[in-house]
């Protein structure tokens, strides 16, 4: 599925105009104001957001601003558009967080280049996480309040690891968000669902648990919550592209010891 681009401008040309640059690479939200934005970013899962600044009510820095400081959007890109080629603009777009400032008239070949960019090292990051059995979930925050909460959802997650049957509510509930909010939040920040989150940190414990060797693998399963042998091992090789016991053959001895 293509990644999904909020655009963000009163001028209903330029909506147009971006539309047709962006709309045969991306699935595209158009919105007329900062108000709009605000309700999609409520209801749908974004991967990047652009934004005119001049525009009535919420103007984009005051948006990108209000993005970066909540943690339910925080992670996502924020390009700002702007005529405005001053300093003092410039400087104002990294005050309040925009990953990238691009002035008007623009080239839609360096526009597309600088967006496609932004996304690959992110989905980079993501994969990295996906596939490194001793990787820290914290390699994927973009700032201090993306840390924090996979930081308090990771920690939650392992307390409760043994359980075969972690609630997606309960976690939500853990995390001062709705089942829907925390799910985008999730997927948008990892690209894997919150169970496919769980998952992978369950697999992490067992790479550790492994590598201790002091333990069957048996043992490991169902430390780790898998009610299951064989799906214990599918989820291993499926994340880490190789079986359990290929990665115990892996390990040197000293690694085990």
């Known amino acids: 599925m293509p990644d999904s681009i909020l655009i963000i401008d009163d001028n209903e040309d330029i909506l147009e105009f971006l539309s ?20 999609i970013l409520d209801t749908e899962v974004v991967d990047l957001i652009i934004s005119d600044i001049m525009m009535p009510g919420i103007d ?27 300093y003092k603009a410039h ?13 008007k008239p623009f080239s839609p070949e360096l526009l ?16 990295h996480f996906a596939s490194s059995p001793f990787e820290d979930v914290r390699v994927m925050a973009h700032s201090k309040t993306d840390e924090t909460f996979l930081k308090k959802l990771d920690e939650h997650i392992r307390k409760n690891i043994k359980d075969p049957n972690i609630d ?29 989150l ?6 992490k414990k067992a790479t550790k648990l492994i590598a201790q060797n002091e333990f069957t693998l048996s043992e490991i ?37």
Request: proline share 3%.
């Open 91 to 103: 400087i104002e777009s990294l005050e309040v967080g925009a990953d990238v400032y691009v002035q």
């Open 20 to 39: 047709e640059v962006l709309g045969d690479t991306y699935r595209l939200h158009l919105a007329e104001s900062g108000e709009i934005a605000q309700q």
């Open 168 to 196: 997606i509510d309960q976690l939500a509930d853990h995390m001062n968000m709705s089942r829907p909010t925390f799910y985008r939040k999730v997927k948008s920040l990892s690209s894997l669902s919150p169970k496919e």
């Open 60 to 86: 984009g820095f005051e948006l990108c601003g209000l993005i970066k400081s909540n943690v339910e959007y925080c992670h996502i890109p924020v390009v700002l558009l702007t005529s405005k080629n001053t």
């Open 112 to 127: 597309q280049l600088q967006l496609a960019n932004l996304l690959k090292n992110r989905l980079k990051i993501k994969d």
């Open 221 to 257: 399963a169902k430390m780790v919550g898998y009610s299951s042998q064989s799906l214990f091992n599918k989820n291993f090789q499926r994340y880490f592209n190789v079986t359990p016991l290929e990665y115990i053959n892996s390990l040197d001895k000293d690694t085990r010891s």
């Open 198 to 203: 769980i998952d992978i940190t369950r697999l």
